[in-house]
């Protein structure tokens, strides 16, 4: 049996015994894609350029935007650094250090390292030394030939003579 869609175009379908309409292969494949093109579209669709007319009517770009005038002409929200610099005459900061940041960092590193020389024994100098440089416990352990339980007993030994040690300077910086 053949009919005439809205569109004019002509369909076969049939019928079965029960009155349930059999839709063939190619009818069924067609309208497929036409299902996923109009998901498609409509996807697309979304993020199409929306263009004021003189009206005030907005209206929704029917072209990719890559090939719209309208998208074309408009101007980008984003602005380089170096736009910024030559348009305007601003400059950023830069991640390197001040050099009161430096020179703080200096005096840390030189406080800290005058507490871990004085600690009573070599093995805890060492370990502190192993610890400041990322070395985990159980390469510690292995290097100095002792059990783990023992490297990280003298570490937190360690800590604890450093944290006193280093107390009132860490309260002179807060």
């Known amino acids: ?12 379908t049939s019928f079965d015994d029960r009155g349930e309409t059999i839709i063939d ?9 036409r299902a996923d093109w109009r998901y498609e579209w409509e996807e697309r669709k979304q993020y199409r350029c929306k263009i ?10 029917r072209k990719l935007c890559s090939q719209c005038d309208y998208y074309l002409r408009r101007k980008s929200n984003k602005i380089s650094i170096d736009r910024l610099y030559d348009e305007h005459g601003f400059e950023f900061a830069s991640d390197d250090p001040t050099p009161e940041e430096a020179y703080q960092q200096k005096e840390l590193e030189e406080k800290v390292d005058e507490a871990i020389n004085a600690l009573p024994t070599k ?17 510690i352990a292995k290097t100095l030939n002792i059990p783990s339980s023992t490297a990280f007993d003298k570490w937190n030994k360690a ?6 040690r280093l107390q009132d300077y860490w309260d002179s910086l807060h």
């Open 123 to 139: 093995e805890l100098r060492m370990i502190a030394r192993m610890v400041g440089d990322g070395c985990s416990i159980r390469d």
């Open 25 to 33: 292969e190619g009818s069924y494949l067609r309208e497929s894609k």
């Open 52 to 61: 004021i007319n003189e009206k005030g009517v907005v209206t929704i770009c």
């Open 1 to 12: 049996m053949s009919t005439k869609s809205k569109s004019g175009i002509s369909q076969n």
């Open 159 to 164: 800590k604890k003579l450093l944290k006193a």
